[in-house]
Nanobody, 125 residues
Framework: QVQVVESGGGLVQPGGSLRLSCTCS????????VAWYRQAPGKQRELVAR???????NYADSVKGRFTISRDNAENKVYLQMNSLNSDDTAVYFC???????????????????WGQGTQVTVSS
């Protein structure tokens, strides 16, 4: 039911910056917890950053101080600003939207977890 689309990846030199965008469908986007994951070739997918409905953020130690996750609920978007990029940041970046169970006076609507297709980030000189 929820569609997730990432954009903004590309080729950047070491020390450069990129801004990734995650657009999510749905009428209750403001209640979603949204996270960015990344997966490098031959490696396990890892959590990069997460933002809750209340704006609480979490970051992997490897990106603290360099990456910033933010959300614009009016546009159903979550952003990942990536600064001071290095070769270790090269990966496919995936957006995940977690929709919680909801209740507003009627039947409870089950939650779910939804993934985008990913966007490639390559850091190379």
């Amino acid at each position: 039911q929820v569609q997730v689309v990432e954009s903004g990846g590309g080729l950047v030199q070491p020390g450069g910056s990129l801004r990734l965008s995650c657009t999510c469908s749905g009428s209750s986007f403001s209640t979603y917890t949204v996270a960015w994951y990344r997966q490098a070739p031959g490696k396990q997918r890892e959590l990069v950053a997460r933002i809750t409905l209340g704006g609480v953020t979490n970051y992997a130690d490897s990106v603290k101080g360099r990456f910033t996750i933010s959300r614009d609920n009016a546009e159903n978007k979550v952003y990942l600003q990536m600064n001071s990029l290095n070769s270790d940041d090269t990966a496919v970046y995936f957006c995940n939207a977690a929709r919680p169970p909801t209740y507003s006076g009627g039947p409870i609507v089950p939650g779910g977890s939804y993934w985008g297709q990913g966007t490639q980030v390559t850091v190379s000189s």
